[in-house]
């Protein structure tokens, strides 16, 4: 009887204090907290919690930062979190614990509801069977469940957003029927801040891809938006779908490939995924950013990733966004190869070609030419015709004969172009009288390199 009465006060104690909880009236003890250690103090605990049947495995971030809050407030939000995983997958599964840190910009906080400023993430993933709309939009909910009666009093994910709320914070949840969920706690950082300077020259660093045409796949409208503006705001032609049969029909509209399908994972009808493998029978070397709300180790879990495919975890900013489009872009496009002894002709076409982010190598002569086709992986070559030491005529019958694979765009000026003729003889795949627009050249390339 003493037992039961204690087990039944324990229980009762319990319950107020997750309604203290949700209604922000607990009194908290917060302290300085390293959430690592505070994850793998009940790492043990959360095992036996879970049963042999569902897999843990913990990502976190060994440079994580600090956040001040209620450390036993933390550790039950913990067990709620890992409960309700539990909870969705009977069949077993497996779940997956991790940290990072991020910066939330104006436009990225506003969609989490916060400040903006410096954040400690954890994450928890689950492999279970997932929400509905419906219920994703009342899981917050006090006293709301989807357990049976006597399971479960409806308070756990609403005490975990008070109390995380208190300290500062908020919580985000990510979930897919069939999918799982990922739930995600963002804590405000409060050791020393990185210095702006640091922060600016990183900004400063991102080059985008000018004139690049995106694919944008996003069934979260408020994030499409963003995204949208981020890359636009950048140089980039953006064109939008919400979800994969909806881009499938934007692309029966383009008249040439975009340069980048940039997608959600997890939608819908139609994976990011599938959407991906169905353009890619139609434009070969399109490439793919995706994105989720799951992270990449979530995702490897469910096998909707692979480990090296293109990643951003959502919420992004926008230099994190930006980097990672234009790191594909520039690993994408071909190298071109500019061979030219007119100074100013060269530099016009460099020009040309970074702006659409093709690395450009230089040559003055056919001799310094092949040098640089035998260190890299030059693809296009735009070469004059008549320069000294070793001219074009000589180079195009020696890549003709050593390397057919490279493209070869012929231009001169000399007797009102009368060696092009010859040129496209010797193996020249296009040729250019000089002067010429720059747009005329990179139509060619383009052409060219499809």
Not at 301 to 321: C, G, T, V
Not at 411 to 432: C, M, P, W
């Amino acid at each position: 009887k003493v037992l039961e009465i204690q087990a039944a006060g324990q229980r009762a104690a319990n319950l107020t204090s997750q309604l203290l909880a949700l209604s922000r009236k607990q009194i908290l003890k917060p302290q300085v907290l390293e959430l690592n250690g505070v994850v793998s103090s009940i790492s043990q605990m959360l095992r036996r919690l879970l049963g042999e049947d569902i897999q843990i495995s913990m990502h976190l971030d060994a440079a994580l930062g600090q956040v001040q809050a209620d450390r036993t407030q933390i550790e039950q939000a913990l067990v709620n979190l890992a409960v309700n995983a539990r909870d969705a997958m009977p069949d077993g599964g497996k779940l997956v614990i991790e940290s990072h840190n991020v910066e939330l910009d104006d436009k990225t906080a506003v969609l989490q509801g916060v400040p903006p400023g410096r954040y400690v993430v954890l994450v928890v993933s689950d492999t279970g069977c997932g929400m509905d709309d419906k219920t994703k939009a009342r899981v917050f909910e006090p006293f709301f469940t989807t357990k049976e009666v006597g399971k479960g009093t409806g308070l756990g994910l609403s005490m975990v957003l008070g109390v995380v709320q208190q300290s500062g914070g908020t919580v985000t949840i990510y979930s897919e029927v069939g999918i799982g969920t990922t739930i995600k706690v963002y804590l405000p950082r409060i050791d020393a801040a990185v210095p702006e300077a640091s922060e600016t020259l990183e900004t400063q660093s991102v080059t985008p891809v000018h004139g690049a045409t995106i694919l944008l796949v996003e069934d979260e409208p408020s994030l499409r938006a963003l995204a949208r503006e981020i890359l636009r705001e950048a140089g980039y032609s953006v064109v939008e779908a919400s979800n994969g049969k909806e881009a499938l029909r934007a692309a029966e509209t383009f008249s040439s490939p975009p340069d980048l399908l940039l997608t959600d994972v997890v939608m819908p009808e139609m994976s990011g995924l599938e959407l991906s493998h169905h353009l890619q029978r139609k434009w070969h070397n399109l490439a793919v950013i995706y994105t989720s709300g799951y992270t990449d180790h979530a995702l490897l879990e469910r096998n909707a990733l692979r480990q090296d495919m293109p990643f951003l975890q959502k919420p992004y900013s926008p230099s994190s966004l930006l980097e990672q489009v234009a790191a594909v872009l520039q690993h994408k496009r071909p190298t071109v190869l500019i061979v030219e002894d007119d100074k100013h002709v060269r530099d016009q076409l460099r020009s040309t070609f970074e702006q659409k982010g093709h690395p450009v190598l230089e040559a003055v002569n056919g001799h310094q030419a092949m040098e640089q086709i035998q260190a890299h992986p030059v693809k296009l070559v735009i070469t004059d015709l008549v320069m000294p030491v070793s001219d074009g005529m000589e180079m195009i019958q020696e890549l003709r004969r050593n390397r057919p694979d490279i493209k070869i765009i012929a231009i001169s000026g000399a007797f009102e172009g009368a060696y092009l003729h010859a040129a496209s003889k010797l193996g020249a795949d296009l040729v250019l009288q000089k002067p010429f627009e720059q747009d005329q050249v990179m139509h060619m390339a383009e052409e060219l390199l499809v």
